[in-house]
């Protein structure tokens, strides 16, 4: 018998991997029966405000309600490509910690699945992976998604490109 999954998250940060993370997750979603939930998932990483000196709420108010506006397009696409059960979070703090810990275990998360990669090499080094994070130290199952709905690379795809 397969494996069931239940609850699903997909952590949404606006960048193509997370897209087609999405994308793979809601035909995941779909495999796995009426009673499956995806939950989609953006954190206001709050760190990137600790050095703004003129720091104020709506900066946080504005990237909050494009967070939003994003997940609601999102929601409205699953629903069209026939979910009954998905929902969206905006969490606010660090995104490893929140994606990884925090709301799997406060939404009974079976299964992530996470884009390959949402930062540039740069950002990696400084400040790390969020999905290697993820993928090593969640308690549920972790898909990394490096492919889009053909199975065809995309990370080579870019690579190509240039």
Do not use: W
């Amino acid at each position: 018998m397969l494996q069931q999954y239940n609850n699903i998250l997909v952590p949404i940060d606006g960048s193509k991997e997370a897209e087609l993370a999405f994308k793979k997750a809601v035909a995941v979603t779909r495999r796995n029966g009426d009673s499956a939930k995806l939950h989609l998932l953006h954190v206001v990483d709050t760190r990137a405000f600790q050095n703004i000196s003129s720091f104020d709420t709506a900066m946080v108010e504005q990237v909050t309600e494009t967070a939003k506006k994003t997940l609601e397009k999102y929601v409205a696409e699953a629903q069209k490509a026939g979910l009954k059960n998905v929902d969206y979070s905006i969490e606010y703090g660090a995104p490893k910690v929140i994606i990884a810990k925090e709301v799997p275990a406060d939404k009974d998360i079976d299964l992530i699945m996470i884009g390959a990669t949402g930062l540039n090499a740069v950002e990696r080094l400084l400040i790390g992976s969020v999905t290697e994070y993820v993928t090593r130290t969640a308690a549920c199952d972790v898909l990394v998604v490096r492919t889009d709905l053909d199975n065809k690379p995309v990370l080579n795809e870019k690579k190509s490109k240039k």
